[in-house]
């Protein structure tokens, strides 16, 4: 199999992807197939992250700071920006288009022997585990796709759980409240994982708690970030974990919010090792962090930014970055496209507040069609719009448009943001 082919076979497996729909939530498949492949996901003890937002972050910063203390580390998320294979990793190095291929393959392979029909990310999550004992890695860290228990990921034991935040997302499979939405993510727990909880509201701290796992530390309580301040690129915070209080952390990803994600990092892999991390691998670790496409700045002249925000809790904050810590001075120019109801997430990202909406298309099946973000946006008071085919001939548009002190970003999806990202950079300065 090639990797045209692998691609090929993902897309005529894709269900979710397409349609957005999930007609018998489930384990069964992913964990059939696992087993015919000897259960790879428990060659190396997990990491395991669930949450709203914050999930790609986090796994990022738990994955630096291992392989700052020296071991091999095997990391899966989703989804991707611009190629599949970002999804999965060795020590933050995505894996190669032959060893993808090689992987889907076998995973094709067992698709008739073990009488189960996968979907696309079954695939890839099965294909990860493959890989990660294949190179035989240290740990994995493996985030979760969609809410928690009946994901494909959940077929791991983990060591260490994560839940970053609770947010309202996926209600038609959660729903309708953020208590049904942490129970499902709480289906991560495992009777011997040590849990760690960015969640701070009492109602939902405690429904990770009830889920009964070894030991759990939460958020304000057990550990919290006492100084979080804006630097040059970035953010400058101090953590008091369980053990210990770090102090000048270099963090260099945008928004006040990185700071809880890198207290919940931080504390994840204490929880890992069981002890405080030296002063050297922690700034080392969170210092190589790198989000593409999670705020990411392009460009100063104009302004050029790129975020995956895909919810209205991600969009929220992506409009609290953008006018508060940038707050701009030129014309504000928004690239928007987005999988879900354009008016909620345009209403969160603040958009009557731009001078100029280009409504586009996300380019996925579940993109939401130009035309009616723009129409979301007019309702909303958006004085100019635009409506584009594509994110790239918006981007384009946008860069022509620009002068230097203008602001542009671009976000709705990681969709959007992947599209936007590969066109933008051409343009950046």
Not at 299 to 320: K, S
Request: aromatic residues 6%; proline residues 5%.
């Amino acid at each position: 199999m090639t990797y045209d082919d692998a691609l090929k076979y993902l897309d005529e497996h894709a269900t979710y992807e397409k349609t957005g729909r999930i007609t018998s939530p489930s384990t069964d498949t992913i964990a059939a197939i696992c087993a015919a492949m000897g259960d790879p996901q428990h060659s190396a003890p997990v990491i395991h992250l669930t949450g709203t937002n914050g999930k790609g972050s986090t796994a990022q910063m738990i994955s630096r700071l291992l392989v700052a203390s020296g071991l091999t580390v095997g990391t899966y998320t989703s989804p991707h920006l611009e190629r599949v294979n970002e999804r999965i990793s060795r020590n933050l190095e995505p894996i190669s288009d032959d060893d993808f291929a090689e992987q889907i393959a076998a995973i094709a392979d067992l698709e008739g022997i073990v009488g189960r029909r996968p979907g696309y990310f079954e695939i890839v999550t099965a294909a990860a585990f493959r890989w990660f004992a294949d190179v035989a890695v240290d740990v994995m860290v493996i985030e979760v796709g969609l809410l928690g228990r009946w994901d494909a990921t959940n077929v791991v034991d983990a060591t260490v759980s994560v839940v970053t935040n609770i947010g309202m997302d996926h209600t038609e499979f959660a729903g309708p409240t953020l208590a049904h939405i942490a129970r499902e993510k709480a289906g991560i727990i495992k009777p011997r994982s040590a849990t760690v909880v960015g969640e701070t509201r009492p109602d939902l701290v405690e429904i990770f708690r009830a889920a009964g796992g070894a030991s759990m530390l939460v958020a304000d309580d057990d550990f919290e970030v006492v100084g979080n301040r804006l630097a040059i690129g970035g953010r400058l915070i101090d953590i008091r974990t369980p053990t210990t209080i770090y102090t000048d952390i270099y963090v260099p990803l945008h928004g006040a919010y990185q700071g809880l994600n890198a207290a919940v990092a931080l504390v994840a892999v204490e929880t890992f090792f069981a002890a405080p991390l030296p002063e050297d691998v922690v700034l080392e670790g969170f210092a190589e962090t790198v989000m593409p496409g999670r705020f990411e700045v392009l460009g100063r002249q104009p302004l050029t930014i790129v975020d995956g925000a895909h919810n209205p809790p991600g969009a929220d904050t992506c409009a609290q970055v953008f006018f508060d810590d940038f707050d701009p001075e030129g014309r504000r120019i928004l690239i928007v496209g987005t999988l879900r109801d354009p008016e909620e997430m345009l209403a969160a990202l603040r958009a009557d507040e731009f001078d100029i909406v280009f409504a586009c298309t996300a380019p996925s099946p579940r993109g939401v069609p130009a035309g009616d973000v723009a129409e979301a946006a007019r309702r909303l008071g958006c004085d100019e719009v635009v409506v584009f085919d594509t994110v790239e001939a918006a981007c384009r548009r946008a860069m022509e448009y620009a002068d230097g002190d203008d602001a542009v970003l671009a976000t709705g999806s990681l969709y959007t943001a992947g599209a936007a990202r590969a066109t933008l950079q051409r343009y950046a300065n």
